[in-house]
Nanobody
């Protein structure tokens, strides 16, 4: 079992920045892929970014490429999502996920992930 706990969400103005963190505990493994998904009200869960624990190979959705950065915080067994140049359309609940898929497009699909955090709200005001 893997437990994931997100933090760092909040309210920010358009153009602002936020940094989300996902702390992992339990049976974590270097073989996992860690990802961020987001879900706005009435919408399906959407892939944002992913990274493998064992190698720095990030992958991003086109909608966030160049604005968001996913990275590993090995000292704290965590993954972060640095979000810059935020837009109102980035407003959603952001979820951290862990799974064993390692290739595209599998890593972009929510059903490829076995473990999920409870989510953290990000609201971008216009």
């Amino acid at each position: 079992q893997v437990q994931l706990v997100e933090s760092g969400g909040g309210l920010v103005q358009t153009g602002g920045s936020l940094r989300l963190s996902c702390a992992a505990s339990g049976s974590t493994s270097s073989g996992y892929t860690m990802a961020w998904f987001r879900q706005a009200p009435g919408e399906e869960r959407e892939f944002v970014a992913a990274i493998r624990w064992s190698a720095y190979i990030p992958y991003y959705a086109d909608s966030v490429k160049g604005r968001f950065t996913i990275g590993r915080d090995n000292a704290n067994n965590a993954v972060y999502l640095q979000m810059n140049s935020l837009k109102p359309e980035d407003t959603a609940v952001y979820h951290c996920a862990a799974g064993t898929a390692v290739v595209v497009p599998l890593i972009t699909r929510a059903r490829s992930y076995d473990y999920w955090g409870q989510g953290t709200q990000v609201t971008v005001s216009s």
